[in-house]
T-cell receptor
Framework: AQSVTQPDIHITVSEGASLELRCNYSYGATPYLFWYVQSPGQGLQLLLKYFSGDTLVQGIKGFEAEFKRSQSSFNLRKPSVHWSDAAEYFCAVGAESSASKIIFGSGTRLSIRP | EPEVTQTPSHQVTQMGQEVILRCVPISNHLYFYWYRQILGQKVEFLVSFYNNEISEKSEIFDDQFSVERPDGSNFTLKIRSTKLEDSAMYFC????????????FGPGTRLTVL
């Protein structure tokens, strides 16, 4: 069965510091991987996605993620965080079948230290 | 930019009452989804819908839930007899071509069952 693990429940980083949010997945075939961000009281916004090809994917707001098949990981990175990046970040995995559901991780809450 | 909209933003109901949550997916999308997020927990898949029928549903989506596309623009989730544990944020999503295509999420409806 598909599953997603985000081992860090809450991370605090200083503004301007680099960020890496961890994500591990379990899936039998090549997964489709996503990172979504949820600001307080808001919906889910797609940051980036990996379907195939280049394993380093670029997203919006300066985020990037790297797919590592050998480690079953899809970690999210940003070289320099801004206070506005404080939010909940969800890693998710999808399947190739039509009308496929997305399986979400439990999320990592990011706080920014001024 | 096209977006998914949901109404109402917040619904309060008494236990045992029926509620209908409404969604307007992106206009040229063909695949529709409902997810829910109980406070402090992960986002969970409920149901996917394509070509006027359910494609997949989770074990959460029992007989008290139903979905409908009553016209060319709306997509609804009905909960027949609400329970306290139905209190959650309900997200609608749509995608153009299903499968690994990006799902775009609405802002959510917060359902509170008293």
């Amino acid at each position: 069965a598909q599953s997603v693990t985000q081992p860090d429940i809450h991370i605090t980083v200083s503004e301007g510091a680099s960020l890496e949010l961890r994500c591990n997945y379990s899936y039998g075939a090549t997964p489709y991987l996503f990172w979504y961000v949820q600001s307080p009281g808001q919906g889910l916004q797609l940051l980036l996605k990996y379907f195939s090809g280049d394993t380093l994917v670029q997203g919006i707001k300066g985020f990037e993620a790297e797919f590592k098949r050998s480690q079953s990981s899809f970690n999210l990175r940003k070289p320099s965080v801004h206070w506005s990046d404080a939010a909940e970040y969800f890693c998710a995995v999808g399947a190739e079948s039509s009308a496929s559901k997305i399986i979400f991780g439990s999320g990592t809450r990011l706080s920014i230290r001024p | 930019e096209p977006e998914v909209t949901q109404t109402p933003s917040h619904q309060v109901t008494q236990m045992g009452q029926e509620v209908i949550l409404r969604c307007v997916p992106i206009s040229n999308h063909l695949y529709f989804y409902w997810y829910r997020q109980i406070l402090g927990q992960k986002v969970e898949f409920l149901v996917s819908f394509y070509n006027n029928e359910i494609s997949e549903k989770s074990e959460i989506f029992d007989d008290q839930f139903s979905v409908e596309r009553p016209d060319g623009s709306n997509f609804t989730l009905k909960i027949r007899s609400t329970k306290l544990e139905d209190s959650a944020m309900y997200f609608c999503a749509s995608s153009g071509s299903g499968g690994a295509d990006t799902q775009y999420f609405g802002p959510g409806t917060r359902l509170t069952v008293l």
